[in-house]
C-alpha cells in the first residue's frame, strides 16, 4: 500500500464546475497537508497547505483534511481551463523534512 | 524572491556517461532537496540539505549518486555511469525553517534527464 494513494484520472469537467479532488492516507503521524499544482513538463507549484484537521480556504480552492478518516480533499469552485493540471497530494510530520506525494491527479476544464 | 532555479533544463546522455546538475534555492532558504519524478508519479525524495550539511539520504540514492552543496547555498546532484533507468525529471526544492512559511518547500522546475 502507497502512503498516500489518490486516483490518477483523468477528471475531465466543463468550464465552471465544481472539482472535487481527493487523497487517503495510510500513516497518522503526519501532520502537514499540502496540494501541489503542477503543469505539463513544469516543476511543481504549491497551492495550500493545512495543518491537522480543518479547511483552508483561498480564492476558488478549499482544502480539507479529515484526519479521523485520513482522507484530504482539495475543491475548486468555478474552475477554468487554465486549472487543466495534474495536482499532488502531499504530506510531511511535524518537524520532518521529506514530503510524500501522491501519484497525482490529471484535470482537463474544457471550455 | 526569484525563486529555486535549476541547470540545465534538459539533458540528453549516452548510457555511462557522468551528468551533473546544478540547484540555485530561494536565498534566504536554508533547506534544500531534491527529488525524482518518473512519468505519472508523485516526486519521490532523494536527499535533504541543511545548511551545508546532508542530513537525509533516500535508499533510491544509489552509489553511483552524490549530492552536494559546498557553501549552504546552491547545491550539484551527480549522477555517474547513467543508466536507462535514471531518466526523469529531477526536482530541487528549497524551504526554510524560520519565518510565518512552517517550512513549506517550494519547488523549481525540474532539470528532464534522457539516457540513451
Known amino acids: 500500500q502507497k502512503e498516500v494513494e489518490q486516483d490518477p484520472g483523468p477528471l475531465s469537467v466543463p468550464e465552471g464546475a465544481i472539482v472535487s479532488l481527493n487523497c487517503t492516507y495510510s500513516n497518522s503521524a503526519f501532520q502537514y497537508f499540502m496540494w501541489y499544482r503542477q503543469y505539463s513538463r513544469k516543476g511543481p507549484e504549491l497551492l495550500m497547505y493545512?495543518?491537522?484537521?480543518g479547511n483552508k480556504e483561498d480564492g476558488r480552492f478549499t482544502a480539507q483534511v479529515d484526519k479521523s478518516s485520513k482522507y484530504i480533499s482539495l475543491f475548486i469552485r468555478d474552475s477554468q481551463p487554465s486549472d487543466s493540471a495534474t495536482y499532488l497530494c502531499?504530506?510531511?510530520?511535524?518537524?520532518?523534512?521529506?514530503?510524500?506525494f501522491g501519484a497525482g491527479t490529471r484535470l482537463f476544464v474544457k471550455a | 524572491d526569484t525563486g529555486v532555479s535549476q541547470d540545465p533544463r534538459h539533458k540528453i546522455t549516452k548510457r555511462g556517461q557522468n551528468v551533473t546538475f546544478r540547484c540555485d534555492p530561494i536565498s534566504e532558504h536554508n533547506r534544500l532537496y531534491w527529488y525524482r519524478q518518473t512519468l505519472g508519479q508523485g516526486p519521490e525524495f532523494l536527499t535533504y540539505?541543511?545548511?551545508?550539511?546532508?542530513?537525509?539520504k533516500s535508499r533510491l540514492l544509489s552509489d553511483r549518486f552524490s549530492a552536494e552543496r559546498p557553501k549552504g547555498s546552491f547545491s550539484t546532484l551527480e549522477i555517474q555511469r547513467t543508466e536507462q533507468g535514471d531518466s526523469a525529471m529531477y526536482l530541487c526544492?528549497?524551504?526554510?525553517?524560520?519565518?510565518?512559511?512552517?517550512?513549506?518547500?517550494?519547488f523549481g522546475p525540474g532539470t528532464r534527464l534522457t539516457v540513451l
Open positions: 502531499a504530506h510531511r510530520k511535524d518537524g520532518g523534512f521529506k514530503t510524500i
Open positions: 526544492a528549497s524551504s526554510s525553517n524560520r519565518g510565518p512559511s512552517t517550512d513549506t518547500q517550494y
Open positions: 540539505f541543511q545548511n551545508e550539511a546532508q542530513l537525509e
Open positions: 493545512t495543518y491537522s484537521s
